[in-house]
């Protein structure tokens, strides 16, 4: 039978002194022994004898407990520090959107001929890092009235921003505008622009990336009411060149122009 020789008398100490042969005896150095061995320093001078069995198990369970609490507050502090919601705060949106003329070769469709109409907006990021695969989503929430006052819920579409050619997909190092086509099938199809400014309803505009840090997925979200419309009116450009450089002036962000001017 192996012997492994583990003591069971209760008035033996179980750490020892390697260099005066002096037990543990007071709290504050058994307090720097504990700090000691979860740091893993390791002076020298005090052991834990392996005869006793309630020092060795106490010793895996502070091990235990104390790589569980560090892995816990790295944790929180890495989240606290690279929350998505940070990240999407510094996506600007427009605060208003148009509605235009556009023909079918710049709206890249063929179910229309001449001139179509398109509903825009123009997102921004004001920070140098990237956001990765962003793309773009248009939802309408319409409280649909029927035949005067029998009224129906609200209703969700979605409206398409070019997802089969990939329109929806956009590159922020320069702000970009994002349109949806009002094209047969659209629910906006029918839309005079009287309808644009009295219909109940709210234009919900998100953004969705990963955060090029972190790996996490960031969403930005931004809503439009039918005081928000313009109609034949396109963004102004931010973007201009100065003294060699390309320059962004975010204060157009919101600014617009006639379509013919």
Not at 35 to 57: D, P
Not at 190 to 209: A, H
Request: charged share 20%; net charge negative; with cysteine.
């Amino acid at each position: 039978m192996v012997d492994f020789n583990i003591s069971t008398n209760i008035n033996e100490h179980c750490v020892a002194a390697a260099i005066n042969n002096e037990d543990l005896k007071s709290f504050s150095t058994a307090f720097l022994f504990a700090v000691e061995t979860q740091v893993t320093i390791g002076y020298g001078e005090l052991f834990i004898k392996s005869s006793c069995a309630g020092g060795v198990v106490l010793l895996v369970a502070q091990c235990v407990v104390g790589y569980l609490m560090e892995a816990f507050l790295i944790g929180v502090v890495f989240t606290k520090l690279a929350r998505p919601r940070l990240r999407a705060k510094t996506i600007l949106f427009s605060d208003k959107f148009v509605v235009n003329a556009a023909t079918t070769d710049i709206a890249n469709v063929q179910q229309a001929e001449g001139v179509v109409r398109r509903l825009q907006v123009r997102i921004a990021d004001i920070r140098y890092s990237q956001l990765v695969e962003a793309h773009v989503r248009f939802y309408l929430y319409w409280h649909k009235r029927y035949h005067g006052n029998i009224e129906k819920q609200f209703q969700q579409y979605e409206l398409d921003t070019g997802y089969d050619i990939g329109r929806d997909r956009v590159f922020l190092l320069l702000p970009v505008e994002v349109d949806h086509v009002i094209l047969p099938g659209s629910p906006l199809y029918e839309w005079s622009n009287k309808m644009f400014e009295e219909e109940d309803y709210e234009l919900v505009v998100v953004l969705e990336g990963i955060v090029e840090a972190t790996g996490m997925t960031s969403q930005a979200v931004w809503s439009y009411l039918p005081s928000d419309v313009c109609f034949d009116q396109q963004f102004c450009s931010m973007v201009c060149r100065l003294k060699g450089e390309w320059q962004v002036d975010f204060s157009k962000l919101n600014s617009t122009m006639d379509v013919d001017g």
